[in-house]
């Protein structure tokens, strides 16, 4: 299991009211859609990637989660984001699910992206941006 500090950015997260399933924890929903949000916020804020009108987009290929301690409303939780592989149109990041001050995951997980042209869905090299932004996230990264 990894920690905290094994991830170099954190991305924090507003559970909501309507997050809550039946059985009284966050519904295991929303973990993928907590981390495709930190994913896509730290390709925004850092790789210039453009969601709506630039050429090349990340499409979802394979998502995975572990769940090993519940998350309930009202929490703010921090998603920790980290680069496992860099490839030439492709990106596997780790994510982990950390709550206020604990320092091992209430979940972890595993996200890949798929790098295409917005038009053509064929894979496209990633741009220089974005490639040097998610390069910060690999472990030796700068």
Known sequence: MSSRHDYPHHHPVA???????VYGHVNN????AWFDTAINA?????????????ETIG??????CSYNAAVVFPEVVEVGLRVAKLGRSSVRYELGIFR???QEPAAEGWFVHVFVGREDRRPRALPDALRAALARLEPDGA
């Not at 929903?29 to 993928?32: I, K, L, S």
């Not at 499409?59 to 995975?64: K, T």
């Open 15 to 21: 559970t909501r009211w309507a997050d809550n399933d």
């Open 29 to 32: 929903v929303e973990y993928y």
């Open 42 to 54: 730290y390709l925004i804020e850092y790789g210039e990637l453009d969601i709506h009108g630039g």
């Open 59 to 64: 499409l979802c290929v394979e998502s995975h």
């Open 100 to 102: 206020a001050e604990a």
